[in-house]
RNA sequence: GGAGAGGUGGCAGAGUGGCCGAUUGCGGCGGCUUGCUAAGCCGUUGUAGGCCUUACCGGCUUACCCUGGGUUCGAAUCCCAGCCUCUCCGCCA
Protein backbone atom coordinates (compact mmCIF):
# COMPACT_ATOMS: atom_id res chain seq x y z
CA UNK A 1 0.00 0.00 0.00
CA UNK A 2 1.38 3.63 -0.81
CA UNK A 3 0.91 6.34 1.65
CA UNK A 4 -2.16 8.37 1.70
CA UNK A 5 -0.54 11.51 1.82
CA UNK A 6 1.79 11.01 -1.03
CA UNK A 7 -0.86 9.96 -3.15
CA UNK A 8 -2.80 12.40 -2.66
CA UNK A 9 -0.21 15.06 -2.72
CA UNK A 10 1.19 13.66 -6.10
CA UNK A 11 -2.22 12.59 -8.09
CA UNK A 12 -0.70 13.30 -11.57
CA UNK A 13 2.70 11.10 -11.38
CA UNK A 14 0.52 8.17 -9.71
CA UNK A 15 -2.47 8.52 -12.21
CA UNK A 16 0.78 7.96 -14.91
CA UNK A 17 2.12 5.39 -13.20
CA UNK A 18 -1.82 3.30 -12.77
CA UNK A 19 -1.80 4.15 -16.31
CA UNK A 20 1.50 2.55 -17.10
CA UNK A 21 0.95 -0.62 -15.04
CA UNK A 22 -2.82 -1.50 -17.06
CA UNK A 23 -3.75 -0.85 -13.18
CA UNK A 24 -7.18 0.89 -13.05
CA UNK A 25 -7.87 3.54 -10.58
CA UNK A 26 -10.14 6.10 -9.24
CA UNK A 27 -8.13 9.21 -8.25
CA UNK A 28 -10.95 11.82 -7.65
CA UNK A 29 -13.24 9.38 -5.61
CA UNK A 30 -10.12 8.97 -3.62
CA UNK A 31 -9.49 12.43 -3.08
CA UNK A 32 -13.44 12.77 -2.16
CA UNK A 33 -12.85 10.27 0.27
CA UNK A 34 -9.92 11.18 1.96
CA UNK A 35 -11.54 14.78 2.65
CA UNK A 36 -14.73 13.17 4.42
CA UNK A 37 -12.33 11.30 5.95
CA UNK A 38 -10.52 14.20 7.82
CA UNK A 39 -13.83 15.76 8.64
CA UNK A 40 -15.13 13.19 9.80
CA UNK A 41 -11.46 12.36 12.12
CA UNK A 42 -11.73 16.31 13.23
CA UNK A 43 -15.52 15.72 14.37
CA UNK A 44 -14.96 12.65 16.45
CA UNK A 45 -11.64 14.11 17.94
CA UNK A 46 -13.71 16.84 19.23
CA UNK A 47 -17.01 15.04 20.18
CA UNK A 48 -14.78 12.84 22.18
CA UNK A 49 -12.51 16.43 23.65
CA UNK A 50 -16.12 17.39 24.93
CA UNK A 51 -17.52 13.96 26.50
CA UNK A 52 -14.20 13.93 28.23
CA UNK A 53 -14.56 17.35 29.88
CA UNK A 54 -18.45 16.32 30.72
CA UNK A 55 -16.97 12.83 32.19
CA UNK A 56 -14.07 15.42 34.36
CA UNK A 57 -16.21 17.70 35.67
CA UNK A 58 -18.29 14.68 36.94
CA UNK A 59 -16.89 13.24 40.65
CA UNK A 60 -18.84 11.81 43.43
CA UNK A 61 -20.01 14.72 45.57
CA UNK A 62 -21.40 16.93 43.08
CA UNK A 63 -25.70 17.60 43.33
CA UNK A 64 -28.01 15.44 42.02
CA UNK A 65 -29.36 18.18 39.77
CA UNK A 66 -26.08 18.96 38.22
CA UNK A 67 -25.49 15.05 37.78
CA UNK A 68 -28.37 14.49 35.80
CA UNK A 69 -27.53 17.58 33.48
CA UNK A 70 -24.09 15.76 32.83
CA UNK A 71 -25.75 11.86 32.40
CA UNK A 72 -27.81 13.90 29.48
CA UNK A 73 -25.25 15.58 27.80
CA UNK A 74 -23.09 12.75 28.03
CA UNK A 75 -25.08 10.18 26.67
CA UNK A 76 -26.04 12.96 23.74
CA UNK A 77 -22.77 13.15 22.98
CA UNK A 78 -22.06 9.32 22.96
CA UNK A 79 -24.94 8.71 20.53
CA UNK A 80 -23.48 11.81 18.34
CA UNK A 81 -19.97 9.94 18.38
CA UNK A 82 -21.22 6.48 17.80
CA UNK A 83 -22.33 7.51 14.31
CA UNK A 84 -19.61 9.24 13.71
CA UNK A 85 -17.67 6.54 14.13
CA UNK A 86 -19.48 4.67 12.55
CA UNK A 87 -19.38 6.73 9.60
CA UNK A 88 -15.92 7.15 9.42
CA UNK A 89 -15.46 2.87 9.59
CA UNK A 90 -17.38 2.95 6.23
CA UNK A 91 -15.23 5.76 4.64
CA UNK A 92 -11.81 4.52 5.70
CA UNK A 93 -13.23 1.13 4.56
CA UNK A 94 -13.87 2.09 1.04
CA UNK A 95 -10.98 4.66 1.05
CA UNK A 96 -8.13 2.03 2.01
CA UNK A 97 -9.67 -0.61 0.15
CA UNK A 98 -9.40 1.88 -2.78
CA UNK A 99 -5.72 2.83 -1.69
CA UNK A 100 -4.65 -0.83 -1.66
CA UNK A 101 -5.72 -1.51 -5.45
CA UNK A 102 -2.65 1.55 -6.42
CA UNK A 103 0.12 -0.37 -7.26
CA UNK A 104 3.70 0.43 -5.86
CA UNK A 105 5.69 3.42 -7.61
CA UNK A 106 7.89 2.28 -10.43
CA UNK A 107 11.46 2.14 -11.19
CA UNK A 108 12.44 4.94 -13.39
CA UNK A 109 14.66 2.14 -15.62
CA UNK A 110 11.99 0.02 -16.40
CA UNK A 111 10.51 -0.81 -19.35
CA UNK A 112 7.13 0.79 -19.69
CA UNK A 113 4.51 -1.46 -21.38
CA UNK A 114 1.77 -3.44 -22.10
CA UNK A 115 2.68 -7.33 -22.26
CA UNK A 116 5.55 -9.89 -21.85
CA UNK A 117 6.56 -8.55 -25.14
CA UNK A 118 7.79 -5.09 -23.85
CA UNK A 119 10.04 -6.84 -21.09
CA UNK A 120 14.10 -6.01 -21.72
CA UNK A 121 16.02 -8.91 -22.06
CA UNK A 122 19.37 -7.69 -20.03
CA UNK A 123 21.64 -10.59 -20.38
CA UNK A 124 21.87 -14.11 -21.17
CA UNK A 125 24.15 -16.75 -19.96
CA UNK A 126 24.70 -19.76 -22.28
CA UNK A 127 23.03 -21.40 -25.20
CA UNK A 128 20.43 -23.54 -26.07
CA UNK A 129 21.88 -27.38 -26.37
CA UNK A 130 22.18 -28.75 -29.50
CA UNK A 131 21.13 -32.48 -29.11
CA UNK A 132 21.99 -35.01 -31.62
CA UNK A 133 18.60 -36.64 -31.10
CA UNK A 134 15.32 -34.94 -30.44
CA UNK A 135 14.78 -34.37 -27.30
CA UNK A 136 12.08 -35.14 -24.98
CA UNK A 137 10.21 -32.97 -22.74
CA UNK A 138 10.51 -33.35 -18.61
CA UNK A 139 6.80 -35.25 -18.78
CA UNK A 140 8.35 -37.65 -21.05
CA UNK A 141 11.37 -38.06 -19.28
CA UNK A 142 10.15 -38.12 -15.48
CA UNK A 143 7.75 -41.03 -16.79
CA UNK A 144 10.23 -43.06 -18.54
CA UNK A 145 12.50 -42.70 -15.60
CA UNK A 146 10.02 -43.69 -13.11
CA UNK A 147 10.77 -40.39 -10.96
CA UNK A 148 7.61 -38.65 -11.45
CA UNK A 149 4.16 -39.56 -11.75
CA UNK A 150 1.42 -37.29 -12.67
CA UNK A 151 -1.36 -39.97 -12.71
CA UNK A 152 -1.33 -41.19 -9.42
CA UNK A 153 -1.48 -37.23 -8.44
CA UNK A 154 -4.36 -36.60 -10.25
CA UNK A 155 -5.67 -39.27 -8.91
CA UNK A 156 -5.42 -38.45 -5.01
CA UNK A 157 -5.63 -34.92 -5.42
CA UNK A 158 -6.82 -33.80 -8.61
CA UNK A 159 -5.26 -31.94 -11.96
CA UNK A 160 -2.11 -30.52 -11.59
CA UNK A 161 -0.43 -32.22 -8.97
CA UNK A 162 2.07 -35.09 -8.78
CA UNK A 163 4.13 -37.58 -6.97
CA UNK A 164 8.28 -37.54 -7.45
CA UNK A 165 9.31 -41.17 -6.53
CA UNK A 166 12.27 -42.79 -6.53
CA UNK A 167 15.78 -40.58 -7.73
CA UNK A 168 12.96 -37.36 -8.11
CA UNK A 169 12.61 -37.41 -4.32
CA UNK A 170 16.43 -37.49 -4.16
CA UNK A 171 16.54 -34.80 -6.74
CA UNK A 172 14.06 -32.82 -4.92
CA UNK A 173 16.15 -32.85 -1.89
CA UNK A 174 19.29 -32.38 -3.35
CA UNK A 175 18.43 -28.76 -4.95
CA UNK A 176 16.49 -27.68 -1.82
CA UNK A 177 19.76 -28.64 0.01
CA UNK A 178 22.35 -26.87 -2.56
CA UNK A 179 20.39 -23.90 -2.60
CA UNK A 180 19.96 -23.77 1.51
CA UNK A 181 24.01 -23.93 1.26
CA UNK A 182 23.95 -21.66 -1.11
CA UNK A 183 21.89 -19.06 0.62
CA UNK A 184 23.79 -19.52 4.12
CA UNK A 185 27.07 -18.91 2.69
CA UNK A 186 25.83 -15.64 1.21
CA UNK A 187 24.82 -14.44 4.97
CA UNK A 188 21.11 -15.53 4.97
CA UNK A 189 19.92 -16.91 7.59
CA UNK A 190 17.98 -20.16 6.92
CA UNK A 191 14.42 -20.51 8.30
CA UNK A 192 11.58 -23.66 7.12
CA UNK A 193 8.75 -21.55 7.45
CA UNK A 194 4.96 -22.60 8.11
CA UNK A 195 2.99 -23.42 4.94
CA UNK A 196 -0.27 -21.71 6.65
CA UNK A 197 -0.25 -18.36 7.25
CA UNK A 198 -3.38 -15.59 8.27
CA UNK A 199 -5.15 -14.01 6.20
CA UNK A 200 -4.21 -10.50 7.55
CA UNK A 201 -0.89 -11.35 6.96
CA UNK A 202 -1.24 -12.45 2.73
CA UNK A 203 -3.09 -9.45 2.80
CA UNK A 204 0.03 -7.13 3.58
CA UNK A 205 2.06 -9.38 1.55
CA UNK A 206 -0.25 -8.51 -1.67
CA UNK A 207 -2.42 -11.54 -1.82
CA UNK A 208 -6.03 -11.74 -1.54
CA UNK A 209 -6.85 -14.68 0.42
CA UNK A 210 -10.86 -14.12 -1.39
CA UNK A 211 -12.63 -13.50 -3.50
CA UNK A 212 -13.18 -15.56 -7.26
CA UNK A 213 -9.82 -14.62 -9.29
CA UNK A 214 -7.65 -15.56 -5.61
CA UNK A 215 -4.41 -17.56 -6.08
CA UNK A 216 -3.86 -18.88 -2.91
CA UNK A 217 -6.36 -21.84 -1.36
CA UNK A 218 -7.74 -20.82 2.03
CA UNK A 219 -8.60 -23.06 5.40
CA UNK A 220 -12.57 -22.85 5.89
CA UNK A 221 -13.40 -20.95 8.57
CA UNK A 222 -9.54 -20.66 10.05
CA UNK A 223 -8.59 -17.56 8.87
CA UNK A 224 -5.81 -19.02 7.41
CA UNK A 225 -4.85 -19.70 3.96
CA UNK A 226 -2.39 -22.27 2.45
CA UNK A 227 1.00 -19.98 1.54
CA UNK A 228 1.16 -19.35 -2.23
CA UNK A 229 5.12 -18.43 -1.71
CA UNK A 230 7.79 -18.71 1.69
CA UNK A 231 7.47 -14.45 0.73
CA UNK A 232 4.49 -14.33 2.82
CA UNK A 233 5.71 -15.98 6.02
CA UNK A 234 9.03 -14.21 5.76
CA UNK A 235 7.18 -10.99 4.96
CA UNK A 236 5.36 -11.76 8.30
CA UNK A 237 7.94 -13.23 10.59
CA UNK A 238 9.39 -9.47 11.54
CA UNK A 239 5.82 -7.75 11.02
CA UNK A 240 4.88 -5.08 13.71
CA UNK A 241 8.97 -4.99 14.40
CA UNK A 242 10.95 -1.82 14.79
CA UNK A 243 14.03 -3.38 13.12
CA UNK A 244 17.89 -2.50 14.59
CA UNK A 245 20.20 -3.66 12.03
CA UNK A 246 19.55 -3.63 8.28
CA UNK A 247 19.80 -6.05 6.43
CA UNK A 248 18.25 -8.84 7.27
CA UNK A 249 18.53 -11.65 5.01
CA UNK A 250 16.29 -14.53 5.63
CA UNK A 251 16.33 -17.71 3.61
CA UNK A 252 13.28 -19.80 3.57
CA UNK A 253 11.91 -22.72 2.81
CA UNK A 254 8.40 -23.65 2.02
CA UNK A 255 5.88 -25.59 0.00
CA UNK A 256 4.31 -23.28 -2.47
CA UNK A 257 0.32 -23.92 -2.85
CA UNK A 258 -1.28 -22.03 -5.95
CA UNK A 259 -5.00 -22.11 -7.38
CA UNK A 260 -3.56 -21.23 -11.08
CA UNK A 261 -7.16 -19.49 -11.56
CA UNK A 262 -7.54 -17.70 -14.72
CA UNK A 263 -3.87 -19.48 -16.02
CA UNK A 264 -6.23 -21.74 -18.73
CA UNK A 265 -4.79 -21.64 -22.02
CA UNK A 266 -0.94 -20.71 -21.11
CA UNK A 267 1.57 -23.72 -21.68
CA UNK A 268 0.84 -25.87 -18.67
CA UNK A 269 2.54 -29.06 -19.38
CA UNK A 270 3.81 -31.31 -16.89
CA UNK A 271 5.69 -29.89 -13.85
CA UNK A 272 5.26 -25.81 -15.18
CA UNK A 273 2.18 -24.70 -13.63
CA UNK A 274 0.80 -27.13 -10.34
CA UNK A 275 -1.11 -26.31 -7.66
CA UNK A 276 1.86 -27.38 -5.11
CA UNK A 277 6.00 -27.06 -5.06
CA UNK A 278 8.60 -26.74 -2.56
CA UNK A 279 10.73 -23.87 -2.89
CA UNK A 280 13.37 -22.07 -1.58
CA UNK A 281 12.86 -18.09 -1.18
CA UNK A 282 14.95 -15.25 -0.30
CA UNK A 283 13.81 -12.54 1.59
CA UNK A 284 15.19 -9.26 2.40
CA UNK A 285 14.16 -6.27 4.95
CA UNK A 286 16.70 -3.18 3.66
CA UNK A 287 16.86 0.42 4.26
CA UNK A 288 15.93 2.24 1.43
CA UNK A 289 19.16 3.28 0.59
CA UNK A 290 20.24 -0.35 -0.10
CA UNK A 291 17.46 -1.95 -1.62
CA UNK A 292 18.27 -0.90 -5.45
CA UNK A 293 21.65 -2.63 -5.06
CA UNK A 294 20.54 -5.62 -2.91
CA UNK A 295 17.75 -6.39 -6.03
CA UNK A 296 21.24 -6.93 -8.03
CA UNK A 297 22.45 -9.00 -5.70
CA UNK A 298 19.40 -11.77 -5.37
CA UNK A 299 19.55 -11.80 -9.20
CA UNK A 300 23.43 -12.33 -9.17
CA UNK A 301 22.67 -15.08 -6.74
CA UNK A 302 19.90 -16.76 -8.67
CA UNK A 303 22.64 -16.97 -11.68
CA UNK A 304 24.86 -18.74 -9.89
CA UNK A 305 22.99 -21.03 -9.22
CA UNK A 306 21.10 -21.56 -12.23
CA UNK A 307 24.78 -21.11 -13.31
CA UNK A 308 26.09 -24.04 -11.40
CA UNK A 309 23.20 -26.29 -12.18
CA UNK A 310 24.52 -25.63 -15.81
CA UNK A 311 21.30 -24.62 -16.93
CA UNK A 312 21.11 -21.62 -20.01
CA UNK A 313 19.35 -18.48 -18.86
CA UNK A 314 18.50 -14.71 -19.41
CA UNK A 315 17.15 -12.10 -17.29
CA UNK A 316 14.75 -10.09 -18.32
CA UNK A 317 13.48 -6.77 -16.64
CA UNK A 318 9.77 -6.29 -16.21
CA UNK A 319 7.86 -4.15 -17.77
CA UNK A 320 5.19 -2.01 -15.90
CA UNK A 321 2.58 -4.20 -16.52
CA UNK A 322 4.10 -7.63 -15.86
CA UNK A 323 5.27 -6.16 -12.15
CA UNK A 324 2.07 -6.86 -10.13
CA UNK A 325 0.76 -4.67 -6.92
CA UNK A 326 3.36 -4.44 -4.88
CA UNK A 327 6.80 -4.49 -7.21
CA UNK A 328 8.65 -1.12 -7.95
CA UNK A 329 10.73 -3.48 -10.29
CA UNK A 330 11.18 -6.90 -10.63
CA UNK A 331 13.83 -9.13 -12.91
CA UNK A 332 12.83 -12.55 -13.87
CA UNK A 333 15.49 -15.74 -14.83
CA UNK A 334 14.14 -17.69 -17.77
CA UNK A 335 15.55 -20.99 -18.13
CA UNK A 336 15.91 -22.82 -21.17
CA UNK A 337 13.48 -25.47 -21.67
CA UNK A 338 14.65 -27.68 -24.75
CA UNK A 339 11.06 -29.81 -24.45
CA UNK A 340 8.52 -26.56 -24.13
CA UNK A 341 7.02 -26.04 -27.24
CA UNK A 342 8.01 -27.36 -30.27
CA UNK A 343 11.67 -26.65 -30.60
CA UNK A 344 12.23 -25.42 -26.78
CA UNK A 345 11.56 -22.12 -25.19
CA UNK A 346 12.32 -20.30 -22.07
CA UNK A 347 10.15 -20.40 -19.34
CA UNK A 348 9.95 -18.38 -15.77
CA UNK A 349 12.30 -20.36 -13.01
CA UNK A 350 13.31 -17.49 -11.37
CA UNK A 351 11.86 -13.94 -10.10
CA UNK A 352 13.51 -11.32 -7.94
CA UNK A 353 11.33 -7.70 -6.67
CA UNK A 354 12.22 -4.67 -4.95
CA UNK A 355 8.72 -4.05 -3.02
CA UNK A 356 10.18 -0.59 -1.40
CA UNK A 357 8.27 0.03 1.70
CA UNK A 358 4.62 -1.27 -0.13
CA UNK A 359 4.54 -4.38 1.79
CA UNK A 360 6.10 -3.14 4.82
CA UNK A 361 3.63 -0.19 5.52
CA UNK A 362 1.16 -2.65 5.53
CA UNK A 363 2.88 -5.44 7.56
CA UNK A 364 4.30 -2.49 10.06
CA UNK A 365 7.87 -3.01 9.54
CA UNK A 366 10.27 -0.15 10.68
CA UNK A 367 13.55 0.70 11.33
CA UNK A 368 14.88 3.64 13.66
CA UNK A 369 17.55 5.84 11.46
CA UNK A 370 20.08 6.75 13.83
CA UNK A 371 20.64 10.16 12.02
CA UNK A 372 16.97 11.07 12.04
CA UNK A 373 14.48 10.60 14.94
CA UNK A 374 11.73 8.38 14.95
CA UNK A 375 10.99 5.40 12.77
CA UNK A 376 10.74 4.98 8.71
CA UNK A 377 9.36 2.00 6.60
CA UNK A 378 11.65 -0.61 5.50
CA UNK A 379 12.02 -1.62 1.97
CA UNK A 380 11.16 -5.63 1.35
CA UNK A 381 12.38 -7.58 -1.41
CA UNK A 382 12.58 -11.05 -2.69
CA UNK A 383 14.03 -13.40 -4.79
CA UNK A 384 13.64 -17.21 -5.42
CA UNK A 385 16.60 -19.23 -4.92
CA UNK A 386 15.31 -22.61 -6.25
CA UNK A 387 11.32 -23.62 -7.40
CA UNK A 388 12.12 -26.91 -7.08
CA UNK A 389 9.48 -27.81 -9.95
CA UNK A 390 10.62 -25.29 -12.30
CA UNK A 391 14.10 -26.32 -11.78
CA UNK A 392 13.40 -29.84 -12.20
CA UNK A 393 12.16 -28.98 -15.50
CA UNK A 394 15.35 -27.06 -16.57
CA UNK A 395 17.76 -30.16 -15.19
CA UNK A 396 15.97 -33.21 -16.71
CA UNK A 397 15.62 -31.03 -20.25
CA UNK A 398 18.72 -29.94 -20.57
CA UNK A 399 20.80 -32.63 -18.68
CA UNK A 400 18.77 -35.57 -20.72
CA UNK A 401 20.94 -38.03 -22.92
CA UNK A 402 19.78 -40.10 -26.11
CA UNK A 403 18.40 -43.10 -24.15
CA UNK A 404 16.59 -40.63 -22.21
CA UNK A 405 18.41 -40.85 -18.90
CA UNK A 406 19.72 -37.63 -17.59
CA UNK A 407 23.33 -37.17 -16.27
CA UNK A 408 23.13 -34.89 -13.14
CA UNK A 409 25.23 -31.11 -13.10
CA UNK A 410 28.92 -31.52 -11.36
CA UNK A 411 27.80 -29.08 -8.44
CA UNK A 412 24.78 -31.15 -7.46
CA UNK A 413 26.21 -34.50 -7.52
CA UNK A 414 27.49 -33.96 -3.49
CA UNK A 415 23.95 -33.90 -2.71
CA UNK A 416 22.44 -36.60 -5.08
CA UNK A 417 24.83 -39.00 -4.36
CA UNK A 418 24.74 -40.02 -7.70
CA UNK A 419 25.60 -38.75 -11.08
CA UNK A 420 22.98 -40.01 -13.65
CA UNK A 421 19.42 -41.29 -13.64
CA UNK A 422 19.31 -44.07 -15.86
CA UNK A 423 16.95 -45.34 -17.96
CA UNK A 424 15.12 -48.83 -16.35
C1' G B 1 -8.27 -31.79 25.58
C1' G B 2 -8.75 -30.67 31.36
C1' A B 3 -7.27 -27.41 35.82
C1' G B 4 -4.92 -23.01 37.58
C1' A B 5 -2.05 -18.20 36.93
C1' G B 6 -1.15 -14.17 33.96
C1' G B 7 -0.81 -10.48 29.58
C1' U B 8 0.49 -2.46 31.51
C1' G B 9 5.54 2.05 27.97
C1' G B 10 12.71 -0.48 25.50
C1' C B 11 12.79 -3.75 30.16
C1' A B 12 11.22 -4.53 35.35
C1' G B 13 6.96 -3.50 37.95
C1' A B 14 2.67 -0.35 40.60
C1' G B 15 -2.14 0.84 39.71
C1' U B 16 -9.42 -2.41 41.19
C1' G B 17 -14.44 3.34 38.15
C1' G B 18 -13.17 10.06 37.39
C1' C B 19 -7.17 13.32 40.34
C1' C B 20 -4.00 7.80 34.92
C1' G B 21 -0.82 8.24 28.79
C1' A B 22 -0.38 6.02 33.33
C1' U B 23 3.70 6.09 40.39
C1' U B 24 8.53 4.07 40.64
C1' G B 25 13.12 1.60 39.29
C1' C B 26 16.44 0.21 35.31
C1' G B 27 18.08 1.40 30.58
C1' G B 28 18.64 5.50 26.70
C1' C B 29 19.68 10.74 25.68
C1' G B 30 21.47 15.90 27.36
C1' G B 31 23.99 18.53 31.17
C1' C B 32 26.65 19.41 36.03
C1' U B 33 30.42 17.39 39.16
C1' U B 34 35.44 14.75 38.18
C1' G B 35 43.01 14.24 37.19
C1' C B 36 40.74 9.38 35.11
C1' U B 37 37.15 5.71 36.30
C1' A B 38 33.23 4.48 39.54
C1' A B 39 29.48 6.94 42.08
C1' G B 40 26.28 11.17 42.61
C1' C B 41 23.07 15.26 41.10
C1' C B 42 19.63 17.89 37.54
C1' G B 43 16.75 17.51 33.26
C1' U B 44 14.76 14.62 29.36
C1' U B 45 12.98 10.16 27.06
C1' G B 46 6.69 5.97 23.36
C1' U B 47 3.87 5.24 18.77
C1' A B 48 0.19 6.58 15.38
C1' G B 49 -3.96 9.65 13.27
C1' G B 50 -6.31 14.60 12.48
C1' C B 51 -6.20 20.06 12.38
C1' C B 52 -3.23 24.53 12.30
C1' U B 53 1.46 26.70 11.31
C1' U B 54 5.77 26.12 8.59
C1' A B 55 12.00 27.41 5.07
C1' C B 56 12.84 25.18 9.81
C1' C B 57 11.23 24.89 14.91
C1' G B 58 6.50 24.10 16.52
C1' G B 59 1.18 24.49 18.55
C1' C B 60 -3.66 22.19 19.45
C1' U B 61 -6.23 17.61 19.66
C1' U B 62 -7.51 12.32 19.56
C1' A B 63 -6.33 7.21 19.99
C1' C B 64 -3.34 3.29 22.01
C1' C B 65 -2.49 -0.41 29.34
C1' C B 66 -3.10 -8.36 24.49
C1' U B 67 -7.50 -8.24 20.64
C1' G B 68 -12.76 -7.48 19.79
C1' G B 69 -17.46 -6.43 21.86
C1' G B 70 -20.47 -4.61 26.18
C1' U B 71 -21.93 -1.80 30.85
C1' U B 72 -21.37 3.57 32.37
C1' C B 73 -22.20 10.55 32.04
C1' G B 74 -16.97 8.49 32.54
C1' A B 75 -13.03 2.10 31.85
C1' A B 76 -6.02 0.17 32.33
C1' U B 77 -9.63 -0.73 36.30
C1' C B 78 -16.30 -3.91 35.85
C1' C B 79 -18.77 -7.79 32.32
C1' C B 80 -18.56 -11.18 27.85
C1' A B 81 -15.87 -13.56 23.86
C1' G B 82 -11.29 -14.58 21.63
C1' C B 83 -5.88 -14.83 21.20
C1' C B 84 -1.25 -15.60 23.50
C1' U B 85 2.21 -16.99 27.61
C1' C B 86 3.50 -19.87 32.03
C1' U B 87 2.63 -24.18 35.56
C1' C B 88 0.30 -28.98 36.31
C1' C B 89 -2.43 -33.34 34.13
C1' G B 90 -3.86 -36.15 29.79
C1' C B 91 -3.07 -37.36 24.56
C1' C B 92 -0.01 -37.50 20.24
C1' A B 93 3.82 -37.42 15.08
Known amino acids: ?20 RRARCDLAALGALASKRSMLIAKSDELRRRQKEVGKSGGPAIPEERKAMLKEEGRRLRDEL ?29 PV ?7 RVVRQSGNPPRFSFK ?43 FALDALSSEGFELCSTPDLAKDEILDGIGFSPRGPETQVFSVEGMGLSLI ?21 KLGGLSHCFRTEAGAYGKASKGLYRVHQFTKVEMFVYASPEQSDSILEDLVAIEERIFGSLEI ?16 YRKYDMEAWMP ?19 YQARRLKIRFKDPGDKGTRFVHTLNGTAVAVSRAIIAVL ?9 VSIPAALRPYTGFDSIPHR
Not at 1 to 20: P, R
Open 1 to 20: MLDLKYVLSNLEEIGKNCAN
Open 312 to 327: PYRIVDCCTAELGGPA
Open 339 to 357: GRGSEGEWGEVTSASNCTN
Open 135 to 177: PRDHVEIGTMLDIIDFDSGTRVSGKNFYFLKNQGVILELALVR
Open 228 to 248: GTAEITLGGMLSDRILQKLPV
Open 82 to 110: ASAAAELESVESSLFGMLRTIPNLTHPAA
Open 113 to 119: GGSEEDN
Open 397 to 405: ENHQREDGS
